[in-house]
């Protein structure tokens, strides 16, 4: 597989790729200095910041057009994107507790929202990253929202770093948690009931000799395959039904972040690069699982 090109670059350590109806890529860019939501158009040429949300994570669309994002800080929350612009904060916290690190999301079989917490605050966690300190206290998150009513209820807890988040082809929820480099499975129950969480996969090449490597976004394929960016490692890991690696891919830099299908004949997959500021493109031939949309 082979990437048959650049789409963009120059981005702001890019995430959360998203495909509108009319063809354009919505884009976050969580760099300091941008801190936006961006929207690339058809042919990949020219970008436009659509909202300077602070530090936008994850995304995703609905049937109305409109993008969710998880913001990490100003202030951690969910945040509602219209295209035009205007952006409001939805919910910042559920069950009692305040949202540290919204990090990614996905609707449901239900409608519902699911969202990962990282369950570190942003600014505690890269502080403790710089100065080479052992990683501070963790409580990973999922958490089912209900957006007509503006309620969070938390369906699991003690991930170390939540961070991606995708309904399979068998409606179980996929959750990556970032340190462990591990893919965990929640089997689907009905209306936003899950089971307990099962180990998937391991997406780590564990043989690497330097160097952190763990899971980050995302996308299933139709034939029910998991499409996993592994952060620190340069490549998007493969995973069959049965949590078995069959693949790993390449990309252009050692951190990719996210990956989403192109249109339904296309046969591409979009990766977003954070290193290399990119979003690129393979043709791997396989198209994505459709996307279930929220109950608004």
Not at 75 to 82: D, G
Not at 189 to 216: C, M, Q, S, W, Y
Request: net charge negative.
């Amino acid at each position: 597989m082979q990437a048959t090109s650049v789409f963009h670059k120059n981005l702001g350590e890019p995430e959360a790729p998203v495909l509108l109806s009319d063809g354009r890529w919505a884009v976050v860019e969580m760099s300091p200095e941008k801190g936006c939501v961006s929207i690339i158009s058809r042919d990949g040429m020219i970008k436009n910041v659509v909202a300077r949300t602070g530090r936008p994570n994850g995304m995703l669309i609905d049937s109305q057009g409109v993008l969710w994002v998880a913001e990490s800080m100003n202030p951690p929350s969910l945040k509602k994107v219209e295209l035009d612009g205007s952006s409001e904060v939805i919910i910042t916290g559920g069950d009692g507790t305040n949202f540290l690190f919204p990090n990614d999301v996905a609707f449901g079989p239900d409608g519902a929202l699911y969202m990962t917490d990282s369950g570190v605050s942003r600014p505690k966690f890269q502080e403790a990253r710089e100065k080479g300190f052992l990683y501070p206290n963790i409580d990973g998150k999922v958490f089912r929202i209900d957006l007509p009513t503006r309620t969070a209820t938390i369906l699991d807890d003690g991930l170390q770093f939540a961070n991606g988040l995708a309904f399979g082809l068998d409606d179980a929820l996929y959750v990556t948690a970032t340190i462990t480099g591990l893919v965990y499975r929640y089997e689907w129950k009905g209306n936003g009931i899950l089971g307990p969480r099962e180990v998937f996969t391991d997406l780590v090449d564990r043989n690497r000799k330097t160097g952190f490597a763990g899971g980050d976004g995302l996308a299933v394929g139709s034939n029910g395959f998991l499409y996993c960016a592994v952060l620190g490692q340069g490549n998007v890991a493969v995973v069959d039904r049965d949590g078995l690696l069959v693949n790993r891919m390449s990309v252009g830099g050692q951190q990719p972040t996210n990956v989403a299908f192109g249109s339904r004949d296309s046969g591409d997959l979009y990766v977003t690069v954070k290193d290399a500021g990119t979003l690129e493109r393979y043709q791997i031939g396989i198209m994505g699982l459709p996307l279930h949309s929220g109950n608004l």
